[in-house]
């Protein structure tokens, strides 16, 4: 298990010219191909995943399976917000698994059975700036597991700063000048559909 800092960043597309400037200025460079990715995430009948989230809980979970545009397999993904930090454990999984776990669900043991509520998917950008890890995420795509209804945010653009967990803060912040904000696809997905019971 490794725990890490995960900041965010929301810019809007009016604000493409400041971010575009920042990476410029600053010698980013590109440290993958952009890909698309695609998660299907799981909550409980009381949507207790989404409540927590909301409410900052710990401990907390998030139960994804993911998919990128360049891969074949899948990955069952647990993203853990604990007293002690953030990790995340990753599975790849067979494609019958895969959907064996969306047609039946997942039993977690803090919050019982799971089922498929959401699917988001949009593109990934990955760069480095002053040697940290960041990705880029935009055209965000909403879409209701069950009724299938789709919301498109072609407004937003999300920059995450992903780093280990001695990063001093500090320096951190001096070298990214932007306020953070607490931003959860799943959370803002929910809310945007209005899935939520």
């Not at 454990?89 to 959907?99: H, L, P, V």
């Not at 909403?142 to 967990?165: G, R």
Request: glycine share 4%; with cysteine; proline share 2%.
């Amino acid at each position: 298990m490794s725990f890490r800092i995960e900041e965010k960043i929301l810019f809007n597309k009016m604000q493409d010219n400041l971010l575009n400037k920042f990476l410029i200025e600053n010698k980013s460079k590109v440290i993958h191909e952009d890909r698309i990715i695609s998660s299907i995430y799981f909550d409980n009948k009381f949507f207790q995943m989404f409540k927590d989230s909301e409410e900052g809980c710990v401990p907390r979970k998030k139960i994804r399976l993911r998919t990128y545009s360049n891969q074949k397999y899948f990955n069952f993904e647990t993203k853990i917000s604990s007293v002690e930090g953030r990790y995340k454990t990753t599975k790849i999984i067979k494609k019958k698994d895969y959907e064996k776990l969306l047609q039946n669900g997942i039993f977690d043991s803090l919050y019982g059975i799971c089922y498929p509520v959401i699917k988001i998917s949009y593109k990934r950008k990955y760069i480095q700036v002053f040697s940290k890890r960041l990705t880029i995420d935009s055209g965000i795509k909403y879409q209701n597991f069950i009724t299938k209804k789709i919301i498109a945010d072609n407004f937003s653009k999300i920059l995450e700063i992903k780093t280990s967990i001695n990063e001093d803060l500090n320096k951190l912040n001096i070298n990214f000048p932007f306020r953070r904000v607490r931003y959860s696809k799943y959370s803002e997905g929910v809310k945007k559909l209005k899935i939520k019971n």
